[in-house]
């Protein structure tokens, strides 16, 4: 069972912030929040993850609210680029074998337009 | 550039044929992972590998066998496949299954079945 909401689609601006929005409600204390994006024909790439405080690397950063019910993405300044499926995941505690799995939500297809 | 290689990148095989998929990573991780992504939807989790054992199969049909013969390698042997096996099959690596490290995905390899 998808753990993450995303909006199927959204534009944005070359040039200008481009925030993705994920709920995960259902998260629970130990569960990860990682974001991934995929370009055409590609495999995922590794974007940023969070537990409980904002993060920021070269490529975005990560807001997470109080309740951790909820995230965002945001690349300061995209590009076309960018253009690309953006994946919120929540990485599941640790399951019975001891081993932790990624449940991938159904993403959002972020279009940066000229 | 990637650093977990797949190949074949392509491959088309007929139902009775026996064929492998292959993955191999050299950055010591000793997690790795299988992956099916049909088209327009995000990845699904197949197998996972933990130091060379079987940690995690998600009830995936015998005709797909994993095999992990060292810690840098990953196989997929494939027999008997049906057309809606036809995906993109990923892997992925992680230094481990526990901590918060994330996954690095190869590009995959394009499976037709005909």
């Known amino acids: 069972d998808a753990k993450t909401t995303q909006p199927p689609s959204m534009d944005c601006a070359e040039g200008r912030a481009a925030n993705l929005p994920c709920n995960h409600s259902t998260i629970s204390g130990n569960e990860y929040v990682y974001w991934y994006r995929q370009i055409h024909s590609q495999g995922p790439q590794y974007i940023i993850h969070g537990l409980k405080n904002n993060e920021t690397n070269e490529m975005a950063s990560l807001i997470i609210t109080e309740d951790r019910k909820s995230s965002t993405l945001i690349l300061p300044h995209a590009t076309l680029r960018d253009t690309a499926v953006y994946y919120c995941i929540v990485r599941l505690s640790r399951t019975t074998s001891g081993t932790y799995k990624y449940i991938f939500g159904t993403g959002t297809r972020l279009k940066v337009l000229a | 550039d990637t650093e977990v290689t797949q190949t074949p990148k392509h491959l088309v095989m007929g139902m009775t044929n026996k064929k492998s998929l292959k993955c191999e990573q050299h950055?010591?991780?000793?997690?790795m992972y299988w992956y099916k992504q049909k088209a327009k939807k995000p990845p699904e989790l197949m197998f996972v590998y933990s130091y060379e054992k079987l940690s995690i199969n998600e009830s995936v049909p015998s005709r797909f066998s994993p095999e992990c013969p060292n810690s840098s390698l990953l196989n997929l042997h494939l027999h008997a496949l049906q057309p809606e096996d036809s995906a993109l099959y990923l892997c992925?690596?992680?230094?481990?299954?526990?901590?918060?490290?994330?996954?690095?995905f190869g590009d995959g390899t394009r499976l037709s079945i005909l």
């Open positions: 992925a690596s992680s230094a481990e299954t526990g901590g918060n490290q994330p996954q690095h």
């Open positions: 950055m010591g991780h000793r997690a």
